[in-house]
């Protein structure tokens, strides 16, 4: 066997122990307690306060997924039915409701109404492991306050945490703000991204965790 194998298959090895025990954690958040609470003032001066929870698919209240289902169809809805994909509800009830799934919620403590939501996993892409960010979604009302850049940051110490190389993600190449929104996070085209030739209707990104 050469250097060039034993390299590989050792680095192989490593990560299918970090991802076996990122795995293997209930609430991956539990070693971050600065990301329990996201505050800020808002414009009227009052101060916005929400929790922020990780759970398994599993620890899901079905009110919760029928909610993350219709905040996608709201948010993501009109660009999915705009490009080659289409909305295809079914699909994503069922991506929503894949039993290795994992949440982030974010919950208005003073009217404890759910915010927001990541859906995300740890897993093997490509060789690489990943922290895979399947969904971001933000209601209205609680937009361009910070708090999608905080959940992602979020993720990014758990990835980091857990020895992850990258935390990766798909966004629709028609979706121009959340396009903006990652490349100031500091997301970029992924090697993996679907050539210009294969004419897809999203990009793959992701952000090297160092």
């Known amino acids: ?3 060039t194998e034993t390299v590989t298959r050792n680095q192989a090895t490593t990560q299918q122990k970090c991802l076996q025990v990122a795995n293997q954690q209930t609430n991956p958040l539990a070693e971050f ?13 009052t101060e916005l306060r ?14 919760l997924l029928k909610w993350a289902f219709k905040l996608a169809e709201r948010n993501v809805g009109p660009q999915y039915r705009a490009c080659s994909l289409g909305w295809q509800p079914k699909i994503k009830q ?10 982030l919620v974010a919950t208005d403590t003073a ?12 897993d ?11 969904e971001l979604q933000v209601e209205a009302e609680f937009q361009r306050k910070g708090l999608g850049a905080f959940m992602m940051k979020a993720l990014e110490q758990m990835a980091r945490h857990f020895s992850m190389e ?5 966004v629709l190449k028609n979706n121009e703000d959340g396009m ?14 679907p050539d210009k030739e294969e004419n897809a209707a999203y990009e793959i990104m992701s952000k090297a965790m160092e």
């Open 1 to 3: 066997m050469s250097v």
């Open 50 to 63: 929400l929790k922020l929870q990780c759970k398994r698919k599993a620890d899901m209240d079905p009110k």
């Open 124 to 134: 093997l892409d490509y060789g690489r492991s990943v922290l895979y960010c399947y």
């Open 180 to 193: 903006r929104f990652y490349r100031r996070l500091g997301y970029e085209v992924d090697e993996m991204s």
């Open 166 to 170: 990258r935390v990766v993600l798909t």
């Open 94 to 103: 069922a991506d929503l409701n894949k039993a290795w799934a994992r949440y």
């Open 111 to 122: 009217t404890r109404k759910p915010a927001a939501y990541t859906m995300f996993r740890f």
């Open 33 to 45: 307690p600065e990301y329990f609470t996201f505050q800020c003032q808002q414009s009227d001066g």
